[in-house]
């Protein structure tokens, strides 16, 4: 038998961020005994598909002391709540908050009890301010293409001098060797292949200079239209087949670790528009394009944890005519 029973109550089970839950605590003695803390924290849990995340964001020491046999104890404090994260229950992602009570016995099972509660958007809240946020690709985030290229050109060696090994042998009259030509020449295409991905927008940037992605606010509402413009000064004359805008919202969950490790990914937007057609354009002539998405109105806010978030992705391509097309995504974020 524990050496007490615990039980939660809340003023109400639903509130909004910078209200103040109010936490009272019943402790009934099952026997007399020294208790050393009862603590009572408030936790963010994410949960689902991937791995739990527990985070305590506050903890608040209630008792030290000597409880009696049949004494019932009375306990209150309060916790402010956080503007973030909201509670949020998707398909691979949930997020939600607990106030969980402890008492702390030496020797013995520690009694515990937790309640949850809702956390959600207060419609009445003044919004802040919107904020131009301005997103640059440019050479400085290739340095990781390079390094991602010259780690591939040293894995591109081995089946590279697999293949002349096993076509000498094969040209020597050891067809037993043919096996081992086709699975090098079958892997040197991947990793040429991974390769060209990796580098791709280093090239595609000598023909399109620097992209710039600017969003007229830093951090959205659902239901807000998000307006951008994506920019670009050819450093050649480029033929243009088409410029596309992609809006992403997916859940990235993780099960596992180590060899066991498993990612989820659930799309719950993926809305791509064609925001400029076919063109030509110029050297050093500076090229804007324009393009506005509506956010649902359902609450996505963008969340991350160990093994559990759901973001938020402007994703761009430009088509580029016999040349490589450039193609990346940033991020941006939804909020409550």
Known sequence: MAKCDLEIELNKRQFFPGETAEVTLWVNGNTSFSCKEITVDLIRRAHGKGNTS????????????????????????????????????????????IIKANVDVAWAFDPKCEIDFVLVSNPDAERPKPIEDVKVFDQKNTTSSIIGAIVLGFMMMIPLVIFVTSLI??????????????????????????????IRNRIALKAVGPVELRLDQE??????????????????????NSVNVTVICKEVVVRGSGTNKTTYTKNLVNQEVVVQSEMEAYPRDSVEIPFEFLLPERPMYSFSAPSNNLKWLVSNHIDIDRWPDFSHSWNFKVRG
């Open 54 to 97: 527990t985070k305590r964001v506050e903890r608040i020491s209630v008792y030290s002391g000597e409880i009696g046999e049949g004494e019932q104890l009375e306990l209150h404090c309060g916790f402010v709540l956080p503007e973030a994260p909201l509670t949020y229950h998707g398909q691979y992602l949930n997020v939600d908050w």
């Open 169 to 198: 042998s094969v040209i020597n009259g050891q067809f037993s060797a043919i096996v081992a030509l086709i699975f090098s020449s079958i892997f040197a295409l991947v990793i040429g292949g991974i390769g060209f991905v990796v």
């Open 219 to 240: 951090a959205y509402f659902p239901g807000q239209t998000l307006t951008g413009m994506i920019s670009f000064t050819p450093q050649k004359k480029l033929q243009i």
